[in-house]
């Protein structure tokens, strides 16, 4: 600070002008009327926000925090909640042997079909990097199932095709498997909803094939030249650059494959039949909440849902320093 700013700030108390700017503070917020007009923007600011904040916590932090007051309750809607602490955890992992079968499938369904379904759409979208002829029509081919994935449609088309007598019944009998029909197999059904999700990876191919873009082709030629086969490339080039994407799409499909809900309540006409192999952990909880009326029950299995998930994602993030390279990391 100059002899004569000290002297200014000395005699007046206040620091001058120049001292402000020098200091960082733009001189224009010193003036009463710049600073009502900062003040007239932040407010603005925060007017367009409140329609989100309204919907943010009038659509899902009052909602969470209720559900879970009712997880401790006894509720059937049409008499008040009753508390009853922990009676809800202690039943679901005692003696309720529904929701142990229901977890173990929803488990299965979970731990198969999403690593198959990220192989198959890593497989394709490798596949279409590497040929231009008619890349436009395949990707759009595989990415259409996508575009109604998850709908009521395509789960009932799904039943008709798997059900006795059904297209792919009769195809295989044609060479000698008569199964009889999946969806009312009980060994049977569980492996046509896996499939179901499988033939559903358009979205995680264009991802997958969106990240293959980015790898430079130099790469892949210094590794063939220095010897490297294709799995010695794929492995040492593919996966080390291609690991965010993975992680992404690994996360996104665990998550997706918890809440399946719409196939399955299609394909077993709501009773997850047959057998109960498609009475997935949201099939249970639908059941029990809306067809049963036990809302504090339900309530309950959702909770136990949330944390299973936010477990695994949480152990996700925490191993992917190990495995997930991104560009410009050290490691």
Do not use: C
Not at 67 to 81: A, M
Not at 103 to 122: C, E, F, N, W
Not at 266 to 280: Q, R, W, Y
């Amino acid at each position: 600070m100059s002899n004569t700013t000290a002297t200014r700030v000395i005699v007046t108390g206040k620091p001058s002008r120049r001292s402000l700017v020098r200091k960082g503070r733009p001189e224009h917020l010193g003036r009463p009327g710049a600073r009502a007009r900062s003040r007239k923007e932040t407010l603005a600011g925060y007017g367009f926000l409140v329609p989100w904040l309204i919907g943010f916590f009038g659509l899902t932090i009052i909602p969470m925090v209720y559900s879970l007051y009712l997880s401790f309750t006894s509720y059937n809607i049409f008499s008040p909640p009753k508390w009853i602490g922990l009676d809800n955890y202690v039943r679901m992992f005692t003696s309720d042997p529904s929701f142990i079968q229901s977890a173990q499938i929803t488990l299965v369904y979970v731990l198969v079909g999403t690593p198959i379904t990220l192989a198959a759409a890593l497989g394709v979208a490798m596949l279409l990097n590497y040929r231009d002829k008619g890349a436009g029509f395949f990707r759009s081919a595989f990415y259409a199932p996508s575009l109604i994935g998850g709908s009521v449609s395509v789960a009932i088309v799904w039943r008709a095709m798997f059900a006795n007598d059904g297209p792919v019944d009769n195809s295989l009998s044609f060479f000698g498997l008569d199964l009889g029909g999946w969806i009312g197999n009980p060994n049977l059904v569980l492996p046509a909803m896996i499939l179901l999700a499988i033939w559903q990876f358009g979205a995680t191919m264009v991802i997958f094939l969106a990240g293959l873009k980015q790898i430079p082709k130099e790469l892949y030629e210094a590794a063939e030249m220095d010897g490297a086969g294709p799995f010695h490339r794929f492995r040492a080039v593919t996966v080390p650059l291609l690991s965010p994407v993975i992680f992404f799409n690994l996360l996104l499909g665990l998550i997706g494959a918890f809440q399946v809900f719409a196939s399955a309540y299609i394909i077993s006409n709501g009773s997850g039949g047959p057998a109960g192999m498609t009475n997935f952990i949201t099939l249970y909880l639908y059941k029990r909440g809306f067809s049963d009326g036990q809302m504090g029950y339900a309530a309950a299995i959702a909770w136990v849902l949330l944390i299973v998930v936010a477990i695994i994602a949480f152990i996700l993030f925490r191993t992917q320093r190990s495995w997930v390279h991104y560009s410009g990391d050290s490691k």
